[in-house]
């Protein structure tokens, strides 16, 4: 027998999807048992979060917003009255009242705090009067609540080790998404039927019933799923790293305008005088002014405004003249940075406001509901009699039965995602091992 | 060279598995023209492991540039020898093996013209959600020259090709073998060596 006659009887021996739909429903399948607690929580937290932004506005409503007053104090007078609260502070930034119900916030850093942590003083920017000051999270200046929420949706509150149960849960996401996607679509690849592929059936209680609605639930859901997969891994704190890298080699990053100063020329002109000349430029309403920290840099105004249309243009001024320096436009950013902007406000439901959180609330719902009717599932298919506790998981070897043509662009495909994504290979990886170990035992077990 | 860390050991460790198995074969197994082959991939591992650390990438360029180029030839003239009309397994690898050998010649001899546009650097720190910074790593940053960076593409891309192809027949093999034998591992060792070049190759980009 020729070696090219030997490989045709292994490789013939199970067509295509047949020999792949094995492997694709225990992929599917483990896949989701594992990664299922997780996604439930990251789906529970992540309805949280969502709803930040209106329990901000309600829980520190005395610290944002002041009664309507006509005239305010310049912003140098009100960053000195907030200094005068915060002695062992540094003002890094201020973002002015954007309307005549905002209070102003100064942004401090200050000793002891935690990294991306500020230190926000609240200034009627009419009176002068201080009317509070909080711990603020991140360039979004989220306030205590947010943060917290923020935090638990991340990294449970458990620093970069629970950081693992949101990367878990995001790079395990697309991958039972597809699968789940090629089976519900295979399966019904004969039928042809759109009905069933789109909608549920009805009929009796069970597991066929149960299977409709997540395979049709799963249909619908999937784009949304595979957004908040690829957004959310920019986050993650290994494939996060892997992601800027990747993004850096293209030329993907976010552009930022020049901060560099002409050599100092002069006193300082002040902030109220660096914001009167942006608004001049054409910046508009809400901004963040960067203080220039050292010698040599300038001023940076940038726009804060996440929801559509998104306003992120910036400038850099001169603390010496007070000339504008340097304009960066959003409409100018690269297509792929712009992407990248979008979709991260989109992940966090700020893009489109009301619509977009409950767009993010109904997907999360729906993959709540996903994990708990796959868990149903394996749940009715355990068996009846006898002293198994748990359902039948998909038969082993299944990728015996997948041609080497076909098996081996996946295990090179598998071992990049694996490096990429490294949460997700070691825990493949994890999992392989102990599928083999308890494989052998089986076996002894079996003779 | 490879600028991450843990890339540099997974590529370190499969060049020098793939070299221990080339060296055992070498010295236990095959004809004269068998053990050269053998031996001249054992050196191509060598080659392969030094070119992914900084120190020694452009170790001894032109004598190991020379030296691939002259067994690029080698296995060049066995599949001319080996006669056009036996279009099998052996002639693949042969055509296999000499696009490695040139490979990496081009590889050793471009690597300082390569690295001339590339810039290391550690990115800011990251992570939070709120503000939107993300992860952070040490990054290589900059583009080869144009030439080098489409033959790198079209070679990386050959590479992949050519290892997933040995890869599937080590995988045929393989389950039609009762037990694991010297061929199946071979064809196992190429396809890791064609990947791991193929990885070589887009690093160069």
Redesign the interface.
Known sequence: M???E??E???ERMPGWAAVRPLLLRLHFYAGVFVGPFLIIAALTGIAYVYTPQLEQAIYDHELHVPAAAGSLSLDRQAELARAVVPDGTVTGMRPAPTATDTTQVIFDRPGLE??YHHTVFVDPHTGDIRGSLET??????LPV??WI??L??SLHLGDFG?LYSELAASWLWVVVLAGLALWLGKRRRERKARDLLLPAGGPAGRGRLRSWHGAAGLWAAAGLLFLSATGL????????????L???LDWTTPSVSATAPPAGGADVGVQAVRDATARAGLSDPVEIRLSAKAGKAYVVQQIQRGWPTKQDSMAVDPATGRVTDTLRFADYPLAAKLSRWG?DAH?GLLFGLANQLALIVLAAVLICLVLWGYRMWWLRRPTRGGARFGRPPSRGAW?RV???V???V??AA?AIA?FLPVLGASLLAFLVLDVVLGLRGREVAR | MIA?IG?RW?LTAVFAATGVFCAYRCVRHGTAATRVSDALHVLMCAGMVAMAWPAAMTFARIPQTVLFAAAAAWFAGALVLRGGAHR??GSTSHAHHALMMAGMAWMVFMMPSAMSGMVMSA?E?????????????????GSAPPHVAIVAGVLALLF?VA???R???????G??DHRPNLRTAGLAVE?AMS?GMAVMAVAMI
């Open positions: 020729s070696i090219s030997r490989e009887s292994v490789t990294p991306s999270y991140g360039s979004g200046q989220a947010r943060g923020d935090t949706h991340r950081r920019t986050w993650s704190l290994h494939a996060g790293s892997t992601i800027s890298a993004r850096s080699g991260i966090m015996r041609p080497g043509r098996l081996a662009p295990l090179v071992a490096y | 991450e890339l997974i099998d397994h990115p720190h990251g992570g939070e959600h709120a503000g939107m910074a993300m992860g952070d790593g040490m990054t290589m940053s992949l290892g997933t192809g890869l599937a027949r080590a995988i045929d093999f389950r039609a396809s990947l």
